[in-house]
T-cell receptor
Framework: NAGVTQTPKFQVLKTGQSMTLQCAQD?????MYWYRQDPGMGLRLIYY???????DKGEVPNGYNVSRLNKREFSLRLESAAPSQTSVYFC?????????????FGPGTRLTVT | QKEVEQDPGPLSVPEGAIVSLNCTYS??????FMWYRQYSRKGPELLMY????GNKEDGRFTAQVDKSSKYISLFIRDSQPSDSATYLC????????????FGKGTKLTVNP
């Protein structure tokens, strides 16, 4: 049981390049999330998916797109990377509903845009 | 005003000290409260959660919620060097969206 896995672990992009961050969970969770974490800013929600086939914007969606490929996988795409997107990206999943709203996080992807 | 405010610290204490970490929130609709712990270069992991005002204990950790003051705390007794991490409060509403709002995190160092 690997939990939440993310690939790649590290990435360096040039401004204007595109890339997709991959996330998969093996806990049969309904909900999945993408966050970015920046110094002094905490965790900020980019997009989330409450269930397979649905996605919604979070606090900071501009410059990103997502795909909920199936129940296990939720990808985040940067179409034209900008230096402001340099950050650590975390994927998370949750079962959905009571009794706990616990979110399980992956190990993160460290992205640098030059 | 931010929905959740958390003093970022950093906080440095000697081993064995009692640590108090705090968050305030502005939206009275928030109904469940969590504390996550994040070690350096790792993802956050859930430490404690509670849905009601009052105290909840788990070993050396106590989570305290005061809904009337919109104030939550995490106390760590007999702190250990292994407790050195960033602690994030996370708050959410029951029903509907299951989004959590996170505090910015407080970085704690426990010195041997």
């Amino acid at each position: 049981n690997a939990g939440v896995t993310q690939t790649p672990k590290f990435q360096v992009l040039k401004t204007g390049q595109s890339m997709t961050l991959q996330c998969a969970q093996d806990m049969n969770h309904n909900s999945m999330y993408w966050y970015r974490q920046d110094p002094g800013m905490g965790l900020r929600l980019i997009y989330y998916s409450a269930s397979e086939g649905t996605t919604d914007k979070g606090e900071v969606p501009n410059g990103y797109n997502v795909s909920r490929l199936n129940k296990r996988e939720f990808s985040l795409r940067l179409e034209s990377a900008a230096p402001s997107q340099t950050s650590v990206y975390f994927c998370a999943s949750s079962e959905g509903g009571r009794p706990t709203y616990e979110q399980y996080f992956g190990p993160g992807t460290r992205l640098t845009v030059t | 005003q931010k929905e959740v405010e958390q003093d970022p610290g950093p906080l440095s204490v000697p081993e064995g000290a009692i640590v108090s970490l705090n968050c305030t929130y502005s939206n009275s609709a928030f109904q469940y409260f969590m504390w996550y712990r994040q070690y350096s270069r790792k993802g956050p992991e859930l430490l404690m959660y509670t849905y009601s005002s009052g105290n909840k204990e788990d070993g050396r950790f106590t989570a305290q919620v005061d809904k009337s003051s919109k104030y939550i705390s995490l106390f760590i007794r007999d702190s250990q060097p292994s407790d050195s991490a960033t602690y994030l409060c996370a708050i959410g509403t029951q029903g509907g969206s299951e989004k959590l709002v996170f505090g910015k995190g407080t970085k704690l160092t426990v010195n041997p």
